[in-house]
């Protein structure tokens, strides 16, 4: 009787002591639930002129985050997107910080001028390559954000 009592005890300090690890993290090797989000990748690169671009993600109309490309390079940038969301209707590109090579200083140095724009090489909810993007706001194209006006976005279908 004596041993079946040890051995009951024993085995309830044992699974408390993991359930310690498991719960506060210490020495953690079994991780329990998710953030429930999506993963959002867009890939992208950047021109830069007095500055690199700055772009706004937005899922379902709400921003998820803000991005610099600091990079001519093509880029896969992680965008986490929050559980909170609801499902995923339609995901939106803007660009922040547009420039303008005629105006202001640059007339003189038009020649020498390259506007600040980022092109969209494609974007991949949760491993799944996001089609048919549209642009909207002038001199905006599907794979290229030249202004602040519109943008390029996807219509999500779940």
């Known amino acids: ?33 998710s953030s429930g989000g999506s993963e959002l990748k867009i ?20 921003e998820v985050k803000k991005i610099t490309i600091e990079t001519g390079d093509r880029t896969m940038y992680d965008i986490n ?9 339609k995901i939106e590109v803007k660009l922040l910080n547009e ?3 005629k105006g ?17 090489r494609g974007a991949y909810l949760d491993e799944k390559k996001l089609e048919n993007p549209q642009a909207s706001g002038p001199m905006n194209l599907s794979s290229l954000l030249r202004r602040e006006e519109g943008g390029i976005s996807w219509q999500v279908s779940q």
Do not use: H
Request: net charge negative; aromatic share 4%.
């Open 99 to 101: 420039t303008d090579c």
């Open 43 to 62: 890939e992208a690169a950047g021109t830069n002129w007095a500055g690199w671009p700055e772009i706004s993600i937005l899922v379902n109309d709400k």
């Open 1 to 33: 009787m004596n041993i079946k009592i040890i051995a009951i005890v024993g085995a309830c300090l044992i699974a408390g002591a993991g359930a310690y690890v498991v719960f506060t993290g210490e020495n953690q090797v079994i991780s329990i639930g």
């Open 104 to 120: 202001g200083d640059s007339l003189l140095n038009a020649n020498d001028c390259t506007d600040r724009l980022v092109m969209l």
């Open 81 to 89: 997107v929050p559980s909170d969301i609801g499902t995923i209707t």
